[in-house]
């Protein structure tokens, strides 16, 4: 099943290229505003996916494209993201520590919004295709062996970051947890719709043009690991998310007026656009590329723009 939030926060599944409202079959659920609504779904997932799936069987559906798609989980009590966890189509050595951070909750956007860059001396702005976990229940200290079992559902993710900013080390916060900076949708795919997520293609296109492509099978550390390791720190509740990392060789400059397109086979595509009010420009050349060219540093320069070197 495919569940979205549409147009004023409803929730809907998508079938084909149609919507169907099925937020009067759930509205039962406690919650504060409508946004909410979901995190209640998905924690109660057991007792009214069948009222969900009547709903969706019975109800009229409207155009797709006819609708404004919303992120499908606005509000996640925790979004976790895996750090360096490809093995960057098997050219590592071996294998890196496991690891992660948090990004703020107030960062996610939708379909079809934009990611502002912010008025901030970073030496580039990326955004990393991902595959992330919608957790679906309470996990605490999870086996792996238990861990799958914990996955309500999937959905495309964009880890925003702004690169370089100082003072040099611990800068995760400022580079990460950005207003906007964590693009989601276009909705949960529910776990028993995809076999396999450990075999999934993603490919991230900016205007049009592929900058990454790369497959889930290329992880350091498989998504059961993932979950066992993250909820050993902490608990992951229904609702959170669980981003899965990308493989940085085809990381590019975002740039103002850029339209990007991340899509995750099973899942769809997310779409959404970038805006930098300064008007910044870098070349438009991946990691893999610039390190290829011989050329100093991690990623390419900004070329102009404030901030630009002298």
């Not at 580079?175 to 995809?194: H, L, Q, Y």
Request: aromatic share 6%; with cysteine; net charge neutral.
């Amino acid at each position: 099943m495919k569940i979205c939030y549409f147009n004023d926060y409803r929730l809907g599944v998508i079938k084909g290229d149609q919507v169907v409202d099925v937020t009067d079959a759930v509205k039962d659920i406690p919650h504060l505003e409508a946004r909410d609504l979901i995190i209640g779904l998905i924690a109660k997932w057991d007792s009214y996916k069948a009222k969900v799936e009547k709903a969706a069987n019975e109800g009229k559906g409207v155009a797709l494209s006819s609708v404004r798609l919303r992120p499908p989980v606005p509000k996640p009590g925790n979004i976790v993201c895996m750090a360096v966890n490809y093995m960057e189509d098997g050219t590592l050595p071996q294998k890196p520590a496991i690891n992660a951070f948090h990004k703020a909750a107030t960062a996610i956007i939708g379909d079809g919004d934009t990611m502002v860059l912010p008025d901030a001396p970073a030496t580039i702005f990326e955004g990393e295709a991902e595959m992330a976990l919608i957790i679906g229940k309470r996990a605490t200290r999870v086996p792996q062996s238990e861990a799958m079992k914990y996955i309500f559902g999937y959905t495309c993710f964009i880890d925003g970051s702004a690169r370089g900013l100082p003072p040099p080390g611990n800068v995760f916060f400022q580079m990460k947890s950005r207003d906007t900076f964590a693009p989601i949708g276009p909705c949960i795919v529910t776990a028993d719709e995809i076999a396999d997520p450990q075999n999934l293609g993603i490919t991230l296109t900016n205007n049009g043009v592929v900058m990454q492509k790369f497959n889930t099978n290329d992880m350091a550390h498989q998504i059961p690991r993932c979950i066992e390791w993250a909820s050993s720190i902490h608990t992951l509740e229904p609702g959170d998310i669980l981003a899965t990392g990308t493989n940085h060789r085809g990381l590019n400059s975002f740039m103002d007026g850029d339209k990007i397109e991340l899509t995750v086979e099973k899942i769809g595509t997310l779409r959404f656009s970038v805006k930098d009010e300064l008007k910044r420009t870098w070349a438009r050349t991946t990691r893999l590329q610039h390190k290829e060219s011989g050329a100093e540093g991690a990623h390419t320069p900004q070329l102009t723009g404030k901030y630009a070197a002298k």
